[in-house]
């Protein structure tokens, strides 16, 4: 496992060989590998890191808890002051105030010149961002997982490129794969469930959780599709308005669930107002909303454009997380793009073809005449293959776009 997520764990070794001046934050959806992470640096450093989770404190006060795991530490260091300790703090959001604690700690190490390294990791997403903004500003850095690419999947558990569009890069439900069922219960129940219960609805104010349940269920379900905000209200009962499905959707994307895309126009207005393109943000939650065999999933010559396409809309917002990127996808009448990339100061429209041979592809030509800087792009069918696509970084065959 130790190539798994090999880019953070190469980052936060090089900065755990620094010297001390932020805190590290390893963030990202829930069952991505982000305790496994840190027992990779432990088996790199054995003697630097002590990992401890918040959830291990039991009936102590955890204030008094974290207290003494830092004073433990900064013992270590006034007994060995020519090794740097390495303090990780595991599921940090099962403690309350998290943020203004460790600040406070922090701050004091920084007055005494008795700094040492400290690494924070938690389940919630939303949780850890409050705690950053709100207490920590100035004082993190941040490293971003998310869920597992095919190589990583492949390489972990032997899936093929089909076996990743339908089974998708949770690595916890790898090896269940072969008894659908029993995968499919562990993704819902493990999985989902958790997520939504204790990173979304405990963290934020949700008045109608019912609804959000029915927003990320009917995000996924309609993956890669454009539907209008009024559309899903009339899908669901309970319902609220236009801005709570929308902030909903906001969450979700937090927490790394599901997203809604805003259409693509110079106006940041009309971009904020569109309908947005729903993408379930990792392979598997688009396959259980659908509620398929496998067999019956991958021979469904109707369904696979819009799996494969939400899959590469998954690929490309990860993608964006981590670069600074931003993607939205494009439509004027029946002219379509599947989606616009701005990276690196470049405008990329990008349509994706699953199928044998290429349709016509009046959607990037159009694109290009109402903006004639932009770079297009072609996935899947004659253009770059699906394989590339999935099994190699999104820098690498972006490049390519002319």
């Excluded at 130790?2 to 190469?10: F, P």
């Excluded at 980052?11 to 959806?29: A, D, S």
């Excluded at 899959?311 to 993607?327: H, K, N, P």
Aim: hydrophobic share 40%.
């Amino acid at each position: 496992m130790k190539n798994i997520h090999r880019k953070q764990y190469d980052t936060l070794l090089k900065r755990l060989g620094e010297t001390p001046r932020y805190i590290q934050v390893i963030e990202g959806p829930r069952q991505v590998g982000k305790t496994t992470l840190l027992l990779q640096l432990k088996k790199s450093l054995p003697s630097r890191i002590t990992i401890v989770s918040a959830e291990d404190a039991g009936s102590i006060h955890p204030h008094l808890w974290l207290a003494t795991q830092w004073n433990l530490v900064r013992k270590h260091l006034e007994e060995k002051p020519d090794t740097i300790p390495v303090l990780c703090i595991d599921e940090i959001q099962k403690m309350p105030d998290w943020s203004a604690q460790i600040k406070t700690l922090w701050d004091e190490n920084r007055r005494l010149n008795n700094q040492f390294h400290v690494v924070v990791s938690g389940s919630s997403a939303l949780h850890l961002r409050m705690g950053l903004s709100e207490s920590l500003a100035g004082r993190f850095e941040k490293h971003l997982m998310q869920h597992w690419e095919w190589p990583e999947m492949q390489a972990a558990f032997g899936f093929t490129l089909n076996q990743y569009l339908c089974f998708g890069g949770y690595p916890g439900a790898g090896a269940l794969i072969s008894d659908e069922e029993r995968w499919k219960s562990y993704v819902r129940q493990s999985l989902v469930e958790a997520a939504l219960e204790k990173d979304v609805l405990s963290m934020s104010r949700i008045e109608k959780p019912a609804l959000m349940r029915s927003v990320f269920w009917h995000a996924c379900e309609m993956g890669g599709q454009i539907v209008s905000f009024n559309k899903m209200l009339g899908t669901m009962q309970d319902a609220g308005n236009t801005t709570t499905i929308a902030h909903y959707l906001n969450l979700l994307s937090i927490a790394g669930l599901a997203v809604g895309l805003s259409k693509w126009t110079q106006s940041e207005l009309r971009q904020r107002g569109s309908s947005p393109k729903l993408i379930a943000l990792d392979p598997s939650l688009y396959f259980v909303a659908k509620n398929l065999t496998s067999k019956e999933f991958l021979s469904h010559d109707i369904l696979r454009g819009r799996y494969v396409e939400n899959a590469v809309g998954a690929l490309l917002w990860r993608f964006a997380q981590q670069t600074g990127a931003t993607l939205f996808y494009w439509n004027e009448g029946a002219k379509e793009v599947d989606f616009v990339l701005e990276y690196a100061r470049t405008i990329i429209a990008i349509e994706v073809k699953s199928g044998e041979k290429a349709r016509k592809v009046s959607g990037l030509t159009e694109f290009k005449k109402r903006f004639p800087k932009s770079k297009l792009l072609l996935l899947g069918a004659e253009g770059v293959p699906l394989e590339t696509v999935f099994g190699s970084p999104p820098s690498d065959w972006l490049r390519i776009a002319q």
